[in-house]
């Protein structure tokens, strides 16, 4: 099968010039003055190994690219941010807010099972993101976006064969501080970003921030009789951040999250072989009944000889990718929530860190994986995931000949799925319950 969803990568790299330019002595004169000025562009500071560090001095592959960028570039969602580092793709077969597969350099996870170890690990703040859906949640109010290329080894927790994405919030701040954006599109797109924060006491700041994205139309056509024609969007998140100081030595940062996402999901398409060897002027793996409108009949017939076997299928007999004949639209309601600490301890000559995060993520997919007018295979997918995570890290600070760091981290992720399928009365699915 193959997905009418087309995927777009661009690529872009931010990096760290220092430009000087010399005035040239010109012609002969009594008295010749050099004129030297000096342009610096601002410091990059990455978090890529731990500690913050110039982008100049981290001995990886690394992009680099600033919230505010990608704010102003309109981007919404992981299928947007992949233009801005090269050699990330992401694809997200669910749709614009679905499953996304992420691939660095051409190395990705094959499939969209919730058990399946990503090859790429997605980071907020700090913590893991176990469940790719979970990951759109957090492309909220960013300071900026990281791209590791490579194997991280065990520094993350996690490894990660492809590489990692950081995701870094803006922190609070104790000066008011804030901004509002807002975008339309096509098929009645609109999108609202804010984020205001400032000072709660001498110790203590916050910050709210809070994502809306809306389409109630979309690019596809569904020629079924009675039924909508898909691709409409529907997403909501917030998060809300507290930042307390109640020592020069000592901060703690702790952040809240909720976001929903009620989405159409983009519908499967399958592929005939073109072949046409009866001469009727309909490829062989078309239904014929279906090709000539007879939907009553390609529920009996077609049916009778089934698909997955013979290979008749009962849509795309146009191929235009944005005209579809299903007898209903895929949609998912994802709701993702969790809380985040982190608290930091400078000790002079080194530094104490801890991260703790809780996630819950509640999934159900419902899905028409034969893509035809007919009740052949539809899916239904429900799942819930907890996850936990603790980190505890203590570091050398900047100054030291010899730049260290030793911590701990521990994870368990929590899962239950009930995934269930309705073909018709052609065959029977059993239904699956795990808990890992």
């Known amino acids: 099968m193959r997905q009418t969803h087309p995927t777009r990568g661009h690529s872009m790299r931010k990096i760290l010039l220092v430009l000087t330019t010399f005035s040239i002595p010109f012609m002969i004169a009594d008295v010749t003055v050099a004129q ?14 731990k500690r ?20 102003e570039a309109g981007a919404v969602s992981l299928i947007d941010v992949a233009r801005y580092s090269p050699g990330l793709n992401i694809q997200t077969p669910f749709g614009e807010f679905g499953y996304p597969l992420i691939a660095i350099r051409g190395v990705n996870t094959d499939g969209f099972i919730e ?33 590791l290329k490579g194997p991280q080894g065990t520094i993350y927790g996690r490894n990660t064969i492809a590489g990692a994405i950081n995701l870094i919030s803006k922190r609070p701040t104790f000066e008011p501080e804030g901004y509002a954006t807002v975008g339309f599109g096509r098929y009645s797109r609109a999108s609202f970003e804010g984020a205001y924060g400032g000072p709660i006491s001498d110790t ?32 909501l998140m917030a998060r809300g951040s507290l930042l307390f100081r109640p020592s020069d030595d000592v901060e703690v940062l702790v952040r809240v999250y909720a976001g929903r996402d009620d989405s159409d999901v983009w519908p499967w398409a399958t592929i ?18 279906y090709a000539r409108g007879d939907v009553a009949g390609a529920q009996v017939n077609c049916l009778a000889r089934d698909p997955f076997v013979s290979g008749d299928t009962f849509n795309d007999t146009d191929g235009d990718p944005y005209t579809i004949n299903q007898n209903f ?32 993520f509640e999934r159900h997919d419902v899905l028409d994986e034969d893509a035809g007018p007919t009740v052949a295979l539809d899916d239904v997918r429900k799942s819930d995931v907890s996850q936990f995570s603790q980190e505890i890290r203590i570091a050398s600070n900047a100054g030291e000949g010899l730049q260290w760091l030793a911590g701990l981290y521990y994870s368990s992720d929590e899962l239950e799925g009930d995934p269930a399928f309705d073909s018709g009365g052609r065959q029977d699915f059993s239904v699956l319950e795990t808990d890992t």
């Open 36 to 49: 030297e000025s000096t342009v610096v562009l601002e410091e990059i500071v990455v978090t890529a190994q």
């Open 52 to 71: 913050e560090e110039s982008l100049a001095d981290v001995g990886i592959a690394v992009d680099v690219v600033s919230g505010d960028r990608l704010r």
């Open 115 to 147: 058990t399946l170890p990503q090859s790429t690990g997605v980071y907020a703040d700090g913590v893991y993101v176990s469940q790719p859906p979970m990951q759109a949640f957090r492309l909220l109010d960013l300071e900026r976006m990281e791209v």
């Open 204 to 235: 203590a700041a916050g910050r709210f921030a809070v994502k809306i994205l809306r389409q109630t139309d979309g690019p596809l056509t569904n020629m079924h009789p009675d039924r909508d024609d898909g691709g409409e969007l529907d997403q």
């Open 272 to 289: 005939p072989a073109g072949q046409d060897t009866d001469g009727d002027g309909i490829p062989d793996q078309v239904c014929p009944e």
């Open 329 to 360: 639209i895929g949609e998912h309601a994802y709701k993702s929530s969790g809380i985040s600490a982190e608290l930091n301890w400078d000790l002079g000559t080194r530094t104490v860190t801890s991260v703790t995060g809780w996630d819950d």
